[in-house]
């Protein structure tokens, strides 16, 4: 099912799902019911992103401003520089970092008590070629920090042992990407890639090992992920270019859940979150919302995913690292 309604972000905290709805010029945080949206504080600022709860609170940018919102109050926390903005966050140890998007630098923020916020690495520390960070996940299990990066570097994910103090780059190359999903021994990532058409890469983590699957879609020349998650067995991805969200049960073989050919460019805010035994998920546009039955029905569905060899983008990929040699062996 879809709505009209321009929701702009989704977050599932507890057994509740919030939303942020662009209303003429104001962003409002509201609570997603069945029974219908209520509406819980407005917000000033493009683009307005709930990144996640903590304290009792919901932790939301909107522009450059990140807020803490308590009940119907909203409390600015953190700024970054004007046009930039707020894209993930993520919790680790007790520990919340923030991951700033935009022009360079961008910055990670952590925090302990949502009040005294440290700016603890950038871009540029993980990769001085890069433009900006992409996204960013902690692995509890194996207490790591996990970044994608872009654009047009050479680093695309680096992980930290020491809470995002110091960076070692874990891949190094043509693929970029943006969403990270944690899946045990396994870290999924979703391509944004200039040169492949689409794809995702998977590190497993226990034998040190990556492998790519490359995708093409049907009647687009790319598919360009931002996001990733799970409900139940399968995989659920949404896509920036084209705005899309695709169901997978392999990582190989995706079928459409949902495609809107008239937004055009790269989308950042599709998303989805899993409520109940549903999918909620926005595109800035539109409010969606699945079920089971939706996904049996897609997946009987041609495939809107599939695998392709990639050879003429693996020697585009290879060039691409041969220009950047010197900083392929210098990070």
């Known amino acids: 099912m879809k709505t009209t309604i321009p929701a702009m972000s989704v977050k599932r905290v507890g057994n509740a799902i919030y939303i942020t709805i662009k209303d003429a010029g104001i962003c409002s945080v509201s609570e997603f019911r069945d029974s219908g ?29 990140l807020y803490f919102i308590s009940g119907s109050e909203a409390r600015a926390i953190l700024r970054v520089r004007p046009g930039n903005w707020f894209w993930h966050a993520t919790e680790g140890d007790g520990q919340i970092f923030v991951q700033e998007y935009g022009e360079p630098p961008t910055g990670i923020y952590v925090t302990e008590d949502l ?5 603890i690495s950038t871009n540029l520390s993980v990769d001085p070629l890069s433009r900006h960070l992409h996204s ?30 110091a960076w070692k780059p874990l891949y190094k190359g043509p693929w970029q990407f943006v969403p990270i ?8 990532f979703g391509f944004d890639s200039g040169i492949a058409r689409g794809g995702v890469g998977v590190y497993n983590t226990k034998h040190d090992e990556w492998s790519f699957t490359f995708l ?36 190989k073989y995706w079928s459409p859940l949902y495609i809107d050919s008239s937004i055009t460019g790269y989308n950042p805010f599709v998303n989805v979150e899993i409520w109940k035994d549903k999918i909620v998920g ?24 599939t695998p392709y060899k990639a050879y003429l983008d693996k020697v585009k990929g290879l060039a691409f690292t041969i220009k950047r040699i010197q900083w392929m062996l210098r990070l």
């Open 37 to 65: 949206i209520e509406n819980v504080v407005p917000l000033h600022g493009f683009p307005c992103i709930i990144l996640g709860s903590s304290h009792d609170g919901l932790l939301v940018s909107a522009c450059e401003t």
């Open 115 to 119: 009040r005294s916020f440290k700016k």
């Open 136 to 165: 960013l996940a902690f692995d509890d299990s194996k207490e790591r920090l996990i970044v994608t990066l872009g654009d047009d570097n050479i680093v695309r994910v680096a992980v930290s042992q020491d809470y995002g103090y």
């Open 181 to 188: 999903f944690i899946s045990g021994d396994k870290w999924v």
């Open 216 to 251: 093409k879609p049907v009647n687009y020349y790319n598919a360009q992920f931002t996001s990733l998650i799970k409900f139940g067995d399968y995989y659920i991805g949404c896509l920036g270019s084209p705005t899309a969200v695709a169901v997978s049960k392999d990582l």
């Open 282 to 305: 926005v595109t800035g546009k539109e409010l969606l919302i699945f079920d089971i039955n939706d996904i049996e029905q897609a997946l009987r569905s041609k495939p809107f995913l």
